[in-house]
Each structure stands twice: as structure tokens, then as C-alpha cells.
């Protein structure tokens, strides 16, 4: 082979060997980019709930019924959330019957809380939660199982007391979260007792579904109706009371969660799991 033709094979070889080189480097960037989630195309917080003056939310009250089995219900976290709520279902279905709401309404608050810490804390969830089978009590600015603002427990308590307050539930409620004469000389530590409480979390259940029993009558009241809107009512839950301002055209939003890879706004997943029949045998709709 003469040196022209030796050139030739050199400079063939190094062309080839920068192909592969460049398509080695292009999947590298890919794998490193999927593990870090650089290619998920979730949008923020701030692009989904302009309803809720955060940006623009998804109008999903008109979406049909989910499938038996979607793909969160195959996720260890949602595992966990069903064996929990299975087990509490007493307590459940009884803070649901007091509050007069139903208890999906209420898992649909309490779950968004959960599922967000667990994305939050995932060696917490492997190594503690999972195990052990039980809920998350948060502790920093809300707290409990149901992730509830001490002040948001001071709301709802004093608007059942309230005839002349939007959120008013009438006479037959005024009287359903009372402390005892022991409670009522310290009210602060018993509602802090009352919310934290994971051995007998009836109270955490009751406060979600008084919430969203509150935000119905506000809301019935300006001549919206959202008895119906699981996607509304979590987010709701999740924005608070000084963000609930009845208006047309209410869409799901709040802040986002993950949940078999997927992400959800509060409203989303709500209204998916309301619609699902997951656990439907014991917590009905």
C-alpha cells in the first residue's frame, strides 16, 4: 500500500472513530441528563395555577372517569397511602360522616400532603415509612398527617361560629370541633395535640373535611357550585383560605408532586383518584 492510499485508511479511520466518539458523548449527556430529570417536561408551579393567581391551572372537571388501574396506583407510595387508609377507615369514614363531606373529598387533601413529603424525603420513605407502614407526621410549618397550619385550624374553628361569615355552616355544625372543659384552658397546646396526634388522627381527618365544607359554602354563597370538584377542593386545601376567592372558570392547580414518575398538581392527582375506583369499596364518593 503506497503512502497516498496509506493517508486515505488514517484519515477514514479518524473520521469513524469521531462519529463513535460523538454519539458516545450524545448518549452520555442523555443518561445524565435523565437521572438529574433535565428532560422532564412538567412545567413549574408558577405556569399551571394562574387561577389561583400562581399561573395557569388544567381544566380537568370535564375529563372521563380514570381506568380501574392507573399508573400511580402500581407506585409504593400509593401501596402505603392504601394500607393506611384501609386500616383507618373507621376513623375515616367518621370524621367524613361529622363533617358531612365525603371521605374521598378528604383523602384527596391528605394524600397530596403525604405524597409530597415522600417525593421530598424518598430514603426517608424506603428506610422508615414503607417498613413501618405508617404516615408522615409533618412537623415544621404544618403539621400531622394532613400537613395543617395551626392558624388554618383557628380559621376553621371560629368560622363554625360565624353566622354571618361566607364559610358558615350552619347551627347544626357550630358545635362539631368543640374542646372539653380541660381543652379549653390551654386551647393552643389541645389543637396542636389534636392535629399531631398519630395514634388517633380523627381530628386531622375532620379539619381537612371542615376545610373543604367551609370553601363549598363560600363559594355556594358568590353562586359557584363546587360540591363536585374534588380538583378544586384539594387545591383549595392546598393554597389555604386567603387564596380561595370564588370565581367562574376554576381550574385544578397547587403545588406539584410526583408519583410513579409522573407529575401531578394537587388538583390533578385529586381528581384522579376521585374518579378511580381505587378503594372505592370502603370510601365512597
Known amino acids: 500500500m503506497n503512502q497516498k492510499n496509506k493517508n486515505a485508511v488514517r484519515i477514514i479511520f479518524r473520521i469513524v ?3 463513535f466518539a460523538v454519539i458516545g458523548f450524545f448518549f452520555v449527556g442523555v443518561f445524565v441528563a435523565m437521572q438529574f430529570g433535565w428532560l422532564n417536561v412538567k412545567g413549574s408551579s408558577a405556569d399551571r395555577n394562574s387561577y389561583f393567581n400562581l399561573g395557569d391551572g388544567q381544566d380537568v372537571s370535564n375529563l372521563p372517569v380514570s381506568e380501574p388501574v392507573m399508573p400511580w396506583a402500581e407506585s409504593a407510595e400509593w401501596r402505603l397511602l392504601s394500607e393506611v387508609f384501609t386500616r383507618d377507615q373507621v376513623v375515616i369514614n367518621q370524621a367524613a360522616r361529622d363533617a358531612g363531606i365525603s371521605p374521598r373529598m378528604i383523602l384527596s387533601g391528605v394524600m397530596g400532603e403525604q405524597l409530597r413529603f415522600f417525593n421530598n424525603r424518598r430514603e426517608s420513605f424506603k428506610n422508615y415509612f414503607e417498613p413501618l407502614k405508617i404516615l408522615a407526621s409533618l412537623s415544621k410549618f404544618s403539621f400531622g398527617i394532613a400537613g395543617l397550619k395551626p392558624e388554618t385550624v383557628v380559621l376553621i374553628e371560629e368560622h363554625l361560629k360565624e353566622p354571618n361569615s361566607p364559610y358558615y355552616l350552619g ?19 389541645a389543637r396542636m395535640n389534636r392535629i399531631t396526634d398519630t395514634k388517633n388522627p380523627y381530628y386531622s381527618y375532620l379539619y381537612v373535611g371542615l376545610y373543604m365544607r367551609e370553601v363549598i359554602a363560600q363559594w355556594r354563597a358568590a353562586g359557584y357550585e363546587i360540591s363536585d370538584r374534588p380538583e ?9 383560605f386567603n387564596r380561595s376567592i370564588p370565581k367562574a372558570g376554576a381550574m385544578a392547580g397547587g403545588a406539584e408532586i410526583m408519583i410513579g414518575g409522573t407529575y401531578y398538581t394537587f388538583g390533578e392527582f385529586a381528581k384522579q383518584f376521585y374518579d378511580s375506583g381505587e378503594l372505592i369499596n370502603i370510601f365512597s364518593r
Open 232 to 240: 378544586i377542593l384539594a387545591t383549595l386545601y392546598n393554597l389555604g
Open 171 to 189: 347551627s347544626g355544625m357550630e358545635h362539631v370541633a368543640d374542646y372539653s372543659q380541660n381543652e379549653s384552658t390551654n386551647l393552643n397546646t
Open 17 to 19: 472513530l469521531y462519529v
